[in-house]
């Protein structure tokens, strides 16, 4: 890998890193009086996070699953 797509990487993962506490950070924040307002914006951000966790959950899963199931099914194959 050269240089650009080292630089590239690390910045990437500097966003998605920070996405998480700069999104606590603005549902902290009272900027504005309503209450109901900032009451949904808090339950976008902490929506929109849980989604993003339970999709990399997911991924995550899924990708071991499928290669949990191609071993036994190599496995299965050689036994025959």
């Known amino acids: 890998m050269n240089l650009d797509s080292w630089l590239t990487v690390v910045l990437l993962t500097l966003v998605a890193g920070l996405a998480m506490p700069l999104g606590a950070f603005l549902a902290s924040l009272k900027w504005t ?3 109901r307002v900032r009451s949904e914006f808090q339950h976008l951000v902490v ?4 989604g993003a966790l339970s999709r990399k ?5 899924s990708s071991f699953a499928k290669e949990r199931a191609y071993h ?3 496995s299965l194959l050689l036994l025959h």
């Not at 929506?47 to 849980?50: P, S, T």
């Not at 959950?57 to 899963?61: L, M, Y």
């Open 33 to 35: 009086k309503n209450a």
């Open 72 to 74: 036994r099914l190599e």
């Open 57 to 61: 959950v997911s991924i995550q899963r």
């Open 47 to 50: 929506a929109f996070g849980g």
